[in-house]
T-cell receptor, first 113, second 112 residues
Framework: NAGVTQTPKFQVLKTGQSMTLQCAQD?????MSWYRQDPGMGLRLIHY?????ITDQGEVPNGYNVSRSTTEDFPLRLLSAAPSQTSVYFC????WGVGETQYFGPGTRLLVL | RKEVEQDPGPFNVPEGATVAFNCTYS??????FFWYRQDCRKEPKLLMS???SGNEDGRFTAQLNRASQYISLLIRDSKLSDSATYLC?????????????FGKGTKLSVKP
C-alpha cells in the first residue's frame, strides 16, 4: 500500500492564482482531512470529510474548498491564493471509529508570492 | 487557553539522558490520547497511544492522569535518532478543530 500520497511536493504561486492540492489514500479510510502547519501555530484543521459526498469545515476553512467524490481522493482547492496561505499542507486519513491513528501524507510546501 | 498545551522546549540533552515531556488538556470530555513524532520537514507519525494504566514501548513510557488532565512521555537512554518534535494529541468528538486536537509540539535535540 502507498498509504496517503500528496502532489505536488512543492509549489510556488503568485497572489490571485488558483490551484488544487491532490490527496489520495489506498487504505479505504472513510475519514480524511486537510491541515496546515505554520511555525509556532501547530497543525490546524482546514476541512475534513467523513465519507464520500460529505465534507465539513474545520478551524481555518476560509480561502479553501474541498470535495469528496470518491473514498480515495480528497483534493484541496485554493480559490485565489494569498501570501497568508504560504504554509505546509498535510492530508491525513483514518478509519472512522477504529482508533484514531491518523496517517499523514508527506506534505505539500506552498509559497505564495 | 489552548485546548492542548505542551512544554515549549526546545530540550537539548546529551545521548543517554532521560527526558520527560508534559502535556495538559482542558476538555474533560477528551477520550483518547496519543504522542506523535514529527521529524524535520516530514509528516507526523504515531509514536504511541496513552492509556490510563500507563504504557511502555521500549525506551518510551507514556502516562495519563485524567483527574489532573495531564499526559507525559518519558524517553530513557536518549539516542541521536530521537531528535524530533513530539506532538501531544487528544481525541474528543466534535468541534471545528476536528476530533483530533494537536499540541504545538516540543522539540527534542539529542547531542553526542
Amino acid at each position: 500500500n502507498a498509504g496517503v500520497t500528496q502532489t505536488p511536493k512543492f509549489q510556488v504561486l503568485k497572489t490571485g492564482q488558483s490551484m488544487t492540492l491532490q490527496c489520495a489514500q489506498d487504505m479505504n479510510h472513510e475519514y480524511m482531512s486537510w491541515y496546515r502547519q505554520d511555525p509556532g501555530m501547530g497543525l490546524r484543521l482546514i476541512h475534513y470529510s467523513v465519507g464520500a459526498g460529505i465534507t465539513d469545515q474545520g478551524e481555518v476553512p476560509n480561502g479553501y474548498n474541498v470535495s469528496r467524490s470518491t473514498t480515495e481522493d480528497f483534493p484541496l482547492r485554493l480559490l485565489s491564493a494569498a501570501p497568508s496561505q504560504t504554509s505546509v499542507y498535510f492530508c491525513a486519513s483514518t478509519q472512522w471509529g477504529v482508533g484514531e491513528t491518523q496517517y499523514f501524507g508527506p506534505g505539500t510546501r506552498l509559497l505564495v508570492l | 487557553r489552548k485546548e492542548v498545551e505542551q512544554d515549549p522546549g526546545p530540550f537539548n540533552v546529551p545521548e543517554g539522558a532521560t527526558v520527560a515531556f508534559n502535556c495538559t488538556y482542558s476538555n474533560s470530555a477528551s477520550q483518547s490520547f496519543f504522542w506523535y513524532r514529527q521529524d524535520c520537514r516530514k509528516e507526523p507519525k504515531l509514536l504511541m497511544s496513552v492509556y490510563s494504566s500507563g504504557n511502555e514501548d521500549g525506551r518510551f513510557t507514556a502516562q495519563l492522569n485524567r483527574a489532573s488532565q495531564y499526559i507525559s512521555l518519558l524517553i530513557r537512554d536518549s539516542k541521536l535518532s530521537d531528535s524530533a518534535t513530539y506532538l501531544c494529541v487528544v481525541y474528543r468528538y466534535g468541534g471545528s478543530q476536528g476530533n483530533l486536537i494537536f499540541g504545538k509540539g516540543t522539540k527534542l535535540s539529542v547531542k553526542p
